[in-house]
């Protein structure tokens, strides 16, 4: 089945290739079934757990984790396709696109199935080459080359840590090799910080999050939602590897305990809480829809970060669960926009507003996506966000708790904006001819709407996996029985909160229907009658939505500068080096092979 | 002060490489003091192979050399292949001129009276000495890369000695190709004879005779020839003029 | 005899000599040899071949391993495929190309130091006249001067050596020199190294390649990046295997040099705007890599890094310097999205530009991390974070001129097809296969890594007597 696969994998990229120079349409159908056939080959590997396949010098084995992240971003391809079909004509390279957007899926893929060190991180790095060029056929050559820079950061940071765990056990398998570090905490922590950057800068915490805006916000449309809800979950998977395979609580047990977790991985929960904070107060700022969506995949990356790393019962459930409900969320967030920007050409909220009137589904998508990502009950958001803060209360970690209770408030503030600026308020006029977005991207989005809505409503479907994956790492399993989610501070019934929201849902629709309409007014009947008004945009109620935090920001200082200013400390390194050693005149060089001889002669002669 | 910084330099690094050297090589004592197992009293005894037998001049028949001078033995013998080596930078030098100034405009020299006068005397006698050098190049002194520049010298005086210079310069061209590939085809001819390349497969007669140390004279002709016709010709390239940037 | 592997000097330098007089035929007589030199590669049986009829250490031999034949077979075929790339050039230059074969092939193979001087010579000279086909003479000059110092360097050392042991054969002179007291043997070693380091690009004595590769044409280029460069780099792989005793003073001085080359250059490489000066800094860098191998005594690793490289940078220079012809300029500016109208080049140098990154899928990927395990096992912990700190220097600039390279747009904005440049004819259909064919070998290298290695790691000569550093002292 594997093999059959992996062999599938080359032979469609290949094939969406050749179409795509043909028809780039027909290419991008292609990627659409390809990605299906993926989705539902993988999903049959389910109950093949073990199975393990050569390929070449590739090793992959199917664990149920690997399953669970394949699964997930199969998803988010396989949705993002729906969109292809209507952007071949916006790309200059729409053949590449297509391969290389079907040759990241098969690195992902790969990556949650390697079964060795080499091969994580080949395929880490094919995944990550070619969605960086898949980036640039966006709006901006720099964000895909930061997005680059940024990644390689934290890949010659895990190469270096696997080729040290290589080379001192002897070993490539991931799950052996690892166990060699148990009894030195210098040198395990030296690996396990080095592994875990790729992941950090992949997820964009802190430090590294400079590339998600810049990428998510100027990659093609199309990509934005596997950007953010898929390759930013490639993180996640190594922040697991390197707290559930690299026996991480053994190595630092000696270290400094706080609340019973050590000082190193307390540091990249905080690292994680910062995330949250420092996401969250972007995103408000952003005007961009894209930029903002990013920002708050920063945010949600340090929920995944800490559940992670907290390796119990409850939380690290949760921010399994939330690698999911992310994807979903983030994705259909993403997908609605790109519907938008497909009919009106921009994601500028300012340029916008009152699109409710013209594609209501792509609205009610994004709502259903903003309510999850928020953690707003019913959706699947809720549960991932409830069990990390019941693990976090739980263990008393109360800084971080109180970054995440900041972060789910905060996102109130930002996803509410763009369905403000965007969907809501009045229709400019130069949007009222549009039409809604075309069945085939609504079937995709919808597709996603569906599973949030489902995650929220028996989120144990998921949680029975996660249940598992606990069992095979050794530690308690979340508690599940029926519809109730169950952990050591109290259980929720999912179902039971669905049926609340939906009786109250459907009290106001009642209410809604029944109560006298109000009358629409549209942007330009204002009180200016007789004048012409220039600028409708302006007069929209999102124009301007959070002023006064845009002023709060003003002299806030940025990240990206830091970056900036270090790239031309090496240019200028680089340029005394040219001067200094590299100078044309060959006497300097002649003087120096003189001195040199030299001094080793009379250094060798002491 | 940069100049003088560089002199001390170069003297500091003189000294050392003189030191060093006088501790590896002995220049104080004569040959027959030295240590008789040293790799070059082979090449003196004209006896690498070990097949003994003294050496006397005039007398001493096939051996494995046949040489009289012992710098040739080693340079076309021994160490054949260098020598190959080091007409082959000559021949790049001179392809090097000729790429450069090659397509240039040619100057006349306006010579006086006493130099054209002398040069037509003395140039056929240079070349004469010239070929007698590279001959005897395995007997006296000499060789085919003295011959051989000697021979330019003739070409030089001539060519300063006469205004009307003949400008094809086809058959020193000729002259040159053909001798450097004779050499490699003698070369080839020893690996097919007698098994290696360059190896001397012809007897090599009596110590002293003129025709004797088999394929040495051949090469050192050779060599004569190459080395001037090359040498001549970047004299005659050499008084192109270009513009170059 | 027709298979013995002196062919490889005598068919080059016999085609020299007959092409000066034969000069319709120049160009055929060049490929043909080198068809042939393929053919005796095959067919030559390994081992020490004696040149003259006297044995060493009397006389001068060629060896010919395993190591010799994957240096030489890299050479010949790509110096086959570049002059059929760069035909027209390489017609005007056919005599010095042929006498630069010779040379190459006698550097690879000869087992005598001085013999290897004479070659290094041939090369050298070779190398300073093709460099005039730059048209930038001032530039040629100065290599002159530098190598021809560093000639002497060389020359200066082989005598000591010479002087302190008697003998001149490669093969095992290491033990010879061992065995001597470190403050004699440390002279010559160093003067051999300073011999090479020219040649090698090393730091303090680096700079002539700016110039020389960074107005580098469509023979030059390639020549320089993708044969002079991984020839010398073997060459001196077989040094330090074969001669160079590395005392903790040499070796860490050797080290340095190393280190810094690799840092610097890829440094220098980071801000420059023109694509040949990039690429020109990048040979350095890379070339201070594979010293560092070879110093560290991981030959394969040193071997794969410059196979990677001259595979790599034979497409890369070979695709720059004919879009720099075409276009007339290698600013980031005039070349922005020239690979619209040239996809099949732009292919196969992004997949080289990749390679050389050393970007998983390629072949550079397994040989910087070869070269990486193989630092580990010498317990030098620090050089591999340098080694792959400079790689993400490395991986951003050639990337940078990936993406301007490939896509037309202004930034801000979604490509279109209005901003692209006025089309040029850069290569015909024939120049085009032969970058196909390099891009082919390249990829399909990078795809059986592991048989590769396999077989690289069984090349280690006879003598395997690596010195470490500081190791020396204590023979």
């Not at chain 2, 007669?205 to 140390?213: M, Q």
């Not at chain 3, 040094?239 to 690799?262: C, K, P, Q, R």
């Amino acid at each position: 089945m594997m093999t059959m696969i992996i062999l599938f994998m080359i032979a469609s990229i290949l094939f969406a290739y050749v179409l795509s120079l043909k028809e780039p349409k027909w290419g991008a159908y292609a990627t659409l079934i390809v990605s299906l056939a993926g989705l539902v080959g993988v999903s049959l590997l389910r109950g093949s757990v073990g199975e393990t396949v050569s390929f070449y010098y590739l090793h992959f084995t199917v664990t149920t984790i690997g399953w669970y992240f394949s699964m997930i971003l199969l998803t988010v391809y396989f949705t993002a396709t729906f969109f292809h079909p209507f952007w071949m004509d916006q790309l200059i390279y729409p053949a590449a696109y297509n391969a290389l957007f079907l040759l990241s899926l098969a690195g992902t893929v790969g990556l949650f199935f390697a079964q060795d060190l080499m091969t994580l991180f080949i395929c880490w790095e094919t995944a990550v080459w070619s969605s960086m060029l898949i980036v640039q056929q966006g709006k901006s050559r720099q964000a895909a080359w930061v997005y680059f820079v940024m990644s390689a950061i934290g890949s010659m940071a895990t190469l270096f840590a696997i080729l040290l765990t290589i080379f001192m056990s002897g070993t490539t398998m991931i799950t052996d090799a690892f166990i060699y570090f148990m009894g030195s905490p210098a040198l395990g922590g030296l690996v396990f910080g080095a592994f875990i950057l790729s992941g950090l800068t992949k997820m964009g915490i802190f430090p590294f999050h400079v590339w998600l805006p810049l990428a998510h916000g100027s990659a093609p449309h199309t990509f934005s939602p596997v950007l953010s809800g898929g390759l930013v979950k490639m993180g996640a998977y190594i922040a697991y590897l390197s707290v559930a395979v690299f026996p991480a609580y053994q190595v630092f047990g000696d270290q400094l305990m706080l609340q019973g977790v050590p000082l190193p991985i307390y540091a990249l929960m905080l690292l994680g809480g910062v995330s949250i904070v420092y996401g969250t107060l972007r995103a408000i700022q952003q005007d961009d829809a894209k930029r903002l969506l990013a920002y708050s995949s920063v945010a949600n990356g340090g929920y995944i970060l800490i559940g992670i790393l907290m390796l119990d019962q409850m939380a690290f459930a949760g921010g399994l669960m939330h690698v999911l409900n992310h994807a979903v969320a983030s994705a259909a967030a993403f997908l609605a926009m790109a519907a938008v920007a497909k009919r009106t050409g921009t994601t500028k909220m300012s340029e916008l507003g009152g699109m409710i009137h013209r594609m209501p589904v792509t609205y009610v998508v994004y709502l259903i996506a903003i309510i999850s990502m928020a953690g707003i009950p019913p959706m699947g958001g809720f549960v991932s966000k409830w069990l990390i803060f019941q693990g976090l209360s739980h263990r008393g970690l109360i800084f971080l708790a109180t970054a995440a209770a900041f972060g789910s408030i905060g996102s109130y503030l930002y996803v509410f904006r763009p369905l403000s600026a965007v969907f809501l308020g009045q229709l400019a006029p130069k949007y009222e001819k549009i039409k809604e977005a075309d069945p085939l991207m609504l079937i995709g989005m919808l597709l996603l709407t569906a599973m949030s809505l489902l995650l929220g409503i028996v989120p144990n479907v998921v949680l029975r996996t996660i249940a598992q994956i606990q069992i095979e790492l050794g530690i308690d399993p979340i508690m599940i029985k029926g519809t109730i989610t169950a952990t050591q501070n109290g259980s929720v019934n999912m179902l039971s909160v669905f049926t609340v929201f939906g009786f109250g849902f459907l009290l106001i629709l009642i209410l809604f229907l029944v109560l006298p309409k109000s009358r629409r007014v549209g942007l330009m009947d204002t009180y200016t009658s007789a004048e012409f008004i220039h600028t409708p945009e302006l007069l929209h109620y999102g124009h301007h939505f959070y002023a006064p935090f845009e002023r709060l920001y003003e002299k806030w200082p940025s990240v990206l500068p830091l970056y900036q200013r270090l790239s031309l400390k090496l240019k200028e390194m680089g340029e005394w080096a040219e001067t200094f050693f590299f100078h044309a005149e060959p006497n300097r060089a002649v003087f120096w092979m003189v001195l040199l001889v030299i001094l080793i002669t009379v250094g060798g002669a002491r | 002060m940069k100049k003088l910084v560089s002199l001390f330099l170069i003297l500091v690094l003189a000294f050392f490489l003189t030191t060093a050297l006088d501790q590896g090589l002995d220049f104080w004592h004569s040959p027959s003091q030295l240590d008789a197992f040293r790799m070059s009293n082979a090449f003196v005894q004209n006896d690498v192979l070990g097949e003994g037998g003294a050496l006397v001049f005039g007398e001493s028949k096939n051996l494995e050399s046949g040489s009289a001078n012992i710098v040739t033995s080693i340079v076309v013998d021994y160490r054949s292949f260098d020598t190959l080596g080091e007409i082959t930078v000559l021949f790049l030098s001179a392809l090097g001129v000729g790429l450069l100034m090659g397509s240039g405009v040619r100057t006349t020299l306006r010579s006086g009276f006493i130099l054209k006068t002398a040069a037509k005397m003395v140039a056929p006698l240079m070349l004469l000495t010239g070929i007698y050098i590279f001959t005897h190049g395995h007997l006296t002194p000499g060789g085919g890369f003295p011959g051989g520049s000697m021979m330019a010298t003739a070409f030089l005086l001539h060519y300063f000695g006469s205004d009307t210079v003949k400008s094809n310069l086809k058959p020193l061209k000729w002259i040159e190709s053909t001798a450097g590939a004779l050499y490699i085809l003698l070369g080839l001819a020893g690996l097919f004879v007698a098994g290696s390349f360059l190896q001397n497969f012809l007897p090599t007669g009596t110590l002293g005779h003129l025709v004797s140390a088999g394929i040495i004279p051949l090469v050192y002709v050779l060599v004569g020839l190459k080395v001037g016709s090359e040498v001549s010709g970047i004299v005659a390239d050499f008084s192109k003029t270009e513009v170059v940037s | 005899m027709m298979g013995s592997i002196i062919w490889l000097i005598a068919l080059p330098l016999l085609a020299a000599f007959v092409s000066v007089v034969a000069q319709t035929y120049q160009y055929g007589l060049l490929v043909v040899t080198l068809l042939m030199n393929l053919l005796v590669l095959f067919a030559a049986p390994q081992g020490l071949t004696i040149i003259g009829g006297y044995e060493p250490p009397f006389g001068i031999s060629l060896l010919f391993d395993q190591y010799a034949l994957i240096a030489l077979l890299l050479i010949q075929v790509l110096l086959l495929l570049i002059i059929v790339l760069a035909r027209p050039l390489a017609k005007n230059y056919t005599p010095v190309i042929l006498v630069m074969l010779a040379g190459l092939n006698g550097m690879l193979l000869t087992n005598d130091l001085f013999n290897l001087f004479v070659m290094i010579e041939i090369v050298s000279i070779a190398a300073f006249i093709l460099s005039t086909a730059n048209g930038k003479l001032t530039h040629t000059f100065h290599y002159l001067i530098l190598a021809t110092v560093s000639g002497v360097f060389f020359l200066l050392g082989t005598v000591l050596v010479y002087a302190y042991t008697g003998i001149l054969v490669v093969q095992g002179l290491m033990m010879r020199l061992a065995s001597l007291p470190v403050a004699l043997s440390l002279i010559p070693m160093m003067l051999l190294i300073f011999g090479m380091a020219v040649e090698l690009k090393l730091v303090p004595v680096s700079s002539w390649a700016k110039n020389i590769y960074g107005q580098a044409n469509l023979l030059t280029g390639p020549i320089f990046a993708a044969v002079l460069a991984p020839a010398f780099g073997f060459v001196f792989g077989r040094m330090m295997n074969e001669v160079i005793v590395l005392h903790s003073l040499t070796g860490y001085t050797l080290l340095v040099m190393a280190i810094s080359t690799f840092v610097l250059g890829e440094l220098a490489a980071y801000r420059q705007t023109d694509l040949l000066k990039t690429l020109a800094f990048s040979s350095i860098g890379q070339s201070g890599l594979a010293v560092m191998m070879f110093t560290l005594g991981a030959p394969w690793a040193g071997i794969l890094l410059l196979i990677n490289n001259a595979l790599a940078k034979s497409i890369l220079y070979g695709v720059a310097t004919g879009v720099t012809a075409a276009y007339g300029n290698a600013s980031m500016g005039v070349l922005k999205g020239v690979f619209y109208h040239h996809r099949l080049l732009g292919v196969a140098f992004s997949l080289a530009s990749l390679s050389l990154v050393g970007i998983p899928l390629f072949l550079g990927f397994f040989a910087k991390v070869s070269a990486v395990m193989a630092i580990f096992s010498t317990g030098l912990i620090w050089v591999p974070v340098i080694i792959l700190l400079t790689a993400i220097v490395e991986g951003a600039y050639v990337m940078r001129w990936l993406l301007q390279l490939w896509s037309p747009a202004f930034e801000g904005y979604l490509a279109s097809k209005k901003e692209l440049p006025q089309k040029r004819n850069v290569f015909s259909a024939q120049q085009i296969l032969v970058v196909g064919v390099l891009a082919v070998i390249l990829f399909t290298m990078g795809l059986m890594p592991q048989r590769f290695v396999d077989a690289l790691q069984k090349t280690q000569p006879a003598m395997a007597q690596y010195e470490m550093v500081g190791q020396g002292e204590q023979q």
